[in-house]
């Protein structure tokens, strides 16, 4: 979709500002019911798509990406643009600078059209939990489109962004893709830098492209991806233009499958996906049943260790420098501090329980919880050395394909989309939404998620994404694969 | 399980206010996170050390160099009460 739209801009049959023009009356039109943007740039993307048209008058060479309208997360700082992360306490946030993502892709010429929303802090799986709005799956209206980055795969699914960005802790963009029937890629941890992503869990974290198809995001990707000096966690290599590695047999490639991924499966979810692993051996792919044995561990090793860096990472929402302050409640175990201090803890008291909403309140107290003084090493340090065990099983299975696999694949959730309020009495029920999609995150490997056949469901037809993962900085690997079964489509 | 006077004590700790009732409601969905993350306990973890990066990495180091931040006034914009060019908050002496 971006290469024909870019070939479309070069030979003057679009303009980039009628292309801008057009995703804004379409937002326009359907935004109130999709709801996935918080905010919209229109100033912002006119100026930046005029930009672009004044190049191609001139006959100056103009980049793939460039005058490509698209969205945003709104957990992505962007300079003089409102950033909530969904949250009230960021309500009234400008971000005063740019995340390293937005830097790249202004330079790559891309427009923006808005921020898109999401659940609070990217915490959630539905998009429920935004203080600001339910999303719903254009696919249908009545459903959750997934989350944490719901917006960005609605904004997408529903045709009113040609591409977005998401970001994803435990498959915060892989899980919506999968919802809405769009591709997302959750880079390998560490090639695209988190710098001016308002951090969740940071040894998870990953921005990442949702696309139309496997070319669109592996050129989102190519335009994000690289080290930064502002994020040290950044990988040291350059990353490619993945777009150009996506053709090619994958005559010999060894798929592995974990049994039970499959096993407890509901019918209909199995058979789409056992017709994904069909259509692989037909494509020439060597199918393998592999053995995981520490990976059934990888959900709750991640709501421990999560919530740990969620504590940590939230304690700057303080209503001290930035975002919301409130001081208006009395309370009685306050009363013995001397009456200065006691007005300074109020405060934070009181502007993080009216700024915060209740999921992210929960996971800061687990993380609290676990971290707290006679806690940490039945806790946290017992779930790392866990993560220690999962991370050597897929050194090993990686470690020749001889032996082991090339590639992993797996659903990427239990089911298709489930409807808006479903899972909201048990907090365990939604969590588990992350069972397929977290281990990627635990271990920092690249996984995407593309549509598989769709599925019949409750009188609809609803779509259902599959996962690829690769060993670590194989993203052209899952690329090139996710690929080859698109084109075979 | 977790009780409720750790809940309450947890939030303190946490700086978070919180209700009777989202005391109440905390202990309970706390509860089920951690009854539920019990499993961990079957893993044997006798001989494992933690991790402590998800790939083998080497240092990232940079030259120790001042960047000036050219926008210092949208964060001073951003205070929540300022004086003059001051983030206004309460004494703690």
Redesign the interface.
Known sequence: MIKELHEKLLAGKITSEKLTQNYFSKIKKKDEKISAFLTLTEDLAMAQAKKTDEKIKKGEEIGILEGIPGAVKDVICMKGVRTTAASKILDNYIAPYDATVIQKLKASGAVFLGKTNCDEFAMGSSTEKSAYAITKNPADLQRVPGGSSGGSAAAVAGDEAVWALGSDTGGSIRQPASFCGVVGLKPTYGRVSRYGLLSMASSFDQIGPIAKNIEDAAIILSEIAGQDKRDATSARSAGKRYEKYLEGSIQGLKIGFIKEHFENLNKKVKNSMENVLKKYARLGAEIKEINLPHIRYSLPVYYIVMPCEVSSNLARFDGMKYGMRIFDQQDSDLEKINPEERKLREIYLDSRRYGLGEEVKKRIMLGTYALSSGYYEAYYLRAQKVRELIKRDFEKIFASSQKGVDLILAPTTPTPAFKIGEKNANPIEMYLEDIFTVTANVIGIPAISLPADPVDWEGKKLPVGFQLMGKWFNEEGILRAAYAYEKSS | M?TKD??KY?????????SEK?VE??TR??S???D??E???K?D?EK????S???G??N?L?EDRVEK?A?AE??I?????KKERY?K?????
Do not use: M
């Not at chain 2, 303190?12 to 206010?17: D, H, N, V």
């Open positions: 977790i750790e809940v947890i939030a303190k700790l946490a700086r978070i206010g919180v989202e409601k905390f969905d706390l089920a996170v951690l539920w993350v499993e961990l306990k893993v973890i494992i050390s933690e991790i990066h998800i790939f990495r080497e990232s940079r931040f926008e949208k964060i914009e951003l205070f929540p009460e983030d908050v309460k004494s703690i002496f």
